[in-house]
């Protein structure tokens, strides 16, 4: 006789239950038992377990054992995994768009963005032509050191029509440059599946131990407008773009949306993750105004949510910056179905404006938790529970936990929530 008998559950699958339907309540604007604690962490926790940015970069499986260790301490009901990328994959490559701790930044820095005109403003219709071939043979080259001998890559859609496509390619690989570089790819790749490797056993540890974790920048998106401006034309560019060649702009911005949307939805569920993370670089009330929001950003923006949607994902901007001037293009969106999590935002007039349509979460000040007191930070929690009282709240940092912050204003943060935070 086949054994239907189940396993009995346990204790720690029941708290894992209970935290991520309390966070999916809020997201949803279900009102939960208690408001949840989703907060993204990449450092402060590794900085309590005695390992630097650095150390993190280049020792993921030490940093995720520290993590674990200490994250689980805070009883938050959601949790991130650490770091931002592994310093080995971006040193081989000779990554030129960022500096990171343990390479070309002291051991306690944060990454810092390298921003500038990759794509030079008459290059548009290169790019517009064939972005693909752009991106290989010119952006990549650009972007990384060793990826240069890709620039000596003949037009791709030359070499695809050859009648000899692949002559063409063995006499590439046959050269000196782009075998070196073939090979540091080869590592690059074996470097990458090591670091994924070490997320997966942090998401898998905390399981274990009852805590969801929020993957959603590692299944994330950029915002259309963003991909051009962070990868291609920087702030200057494109903000001269917006006046001086606006409808190549738009054309560019049209052209990268549904790639984007695409690999979104591929990536996340391939993840098996619900939260499809959007930090809005150029979102923010001053860096355009409403018109040209309107114009250049808001569309595509608007159309990789809701796709996120229709596809069965949440979509989860960040909101960085002030948004204050831009709260009525939100309520075109559909309510219950985005996780929004806000920096600088008026909190009175975000209720009542987006209060029935979007989860807030955030936005507890980096300045409260690094300089503050814990009476301060205590009291800016229950402001915020007073102010979203229906409901649909998730405490969090505004600019996630900085590792700078107090270990005291840090618990002032979450114990308030836990004791005030009761519906």
């Not at 009102?31 to 926790?45: E, M, N, W």
């Not at 814990?374 to 929690?381: A, I, T």
Request: with cysteine; charged share 25%; aromatic share 12%.
């Amino acid at each position: 006789m086949e054994n239907t008998n189940t396993p009995p559950t346990t204790q720690t699958q029941l708290d894992y239950q209970a935290r991520e339907k309390r966070v999916w309540d809020a997201v949803n604007l279900r009102t939960p038992d208690r408001v949840p604690l989703a907060c993204q962490d990449d450092y402060f926790s590794l900085k309590l377990g005695g390992v630097t940015s650095a150390e993190a970069y280049y020792e993921p499986e030490r940093a995720s054992k520290a993590y674990v260790d200490q994250v689980v301490k805070f009883n938050w009901d959601m949790v991130s995994t650490f770091g931002s990328f592994p310093g080995r994959v971006a040193e081989t490559i000779g990554l030129k768009t960022i500096k990171w701790a343990g390479y070309n930044l002291p051991p306690n820095s944060e990454f810092q963005f390298i921003e500038k005109e990759y794509m030079l403003a008459d290059e548009y219709d290169l790019f517009l032509k064939d972005p693909g071939d752009f991106v290989v043979r010119t952006l990549w080259p650009r972007m990384a050191k060793e990826l240069e001998p890709f620039g000596f890559f003949s037009p791709l859609v030359a070499m695809s029509h050859s009648w000899a496509p692949i002559t063409d390619l063995a006499f590439l690989a046959g050269q000196p440059e782009v075998r070196e570089m073939l090979e540091k790819l080869i590592l690059v790749g074996e470097e990458m599946n090591k670091y994924q490797e070490t997320l997966d056993q942090t998401t898998n540890a905390l399981a274990e131990k009852g805590f969801p974790v929020m993957n959603a920048l590692e299944a994330g998106a950029h915002a259309p407008f963003d991909w051009i401006s962070d990868h291609l034309r920087g702030l200057k560019g494109t903000t001269m773009d917006m006046y001086f060649q606006p409808d190549k702009l738009k054309a560019a911005v049209e052209m990268v949306t549904d790639p984007i949307i695409e690999n979104a939805i591929q990536t996340a569920k391939a993840m098996g993750e619900k939260v499809v993370g959007i930090p809005l670089h150029r979102a923010a009330d001053p860096f355009m105004s409403n018109a040209h929001f309107a114009e250049f950003y808001w569309p595509s923006l608007k159309k990789l949510m809701l796709a996120l949607i229709d596809a069965g994902l949440t979509p989860g901007p960040y909101w960085g910056g002030s948004f204050n001037n831009r709260l009525e293009f939100l309520t075109e969106l559909p309510p219950g179905k985005i996780w929004a999590h806000w920096d600088a935002i008026d909190l009175k007039k975000a209720k009542e404006k987006v209060g029935d349509i979007l989860c807030f979460c955030g936005n507890i000040p980096p300045q409260l938790l690094i300089s503050g007191t814990p009476e301060q930070n205590r009291d800016y929690v229950k402001n915020l529970i007073d102010t979203w009282d229906t409901g649909g709240l998730i405490i969090d940092g505004s600019a996630s936990i900085p590792k700078e912050s107090k270990i005291e204003n840090v618990m002032a943060m979450t114990e308030t929530v836990f004791d005030y935070g009761v519906y």
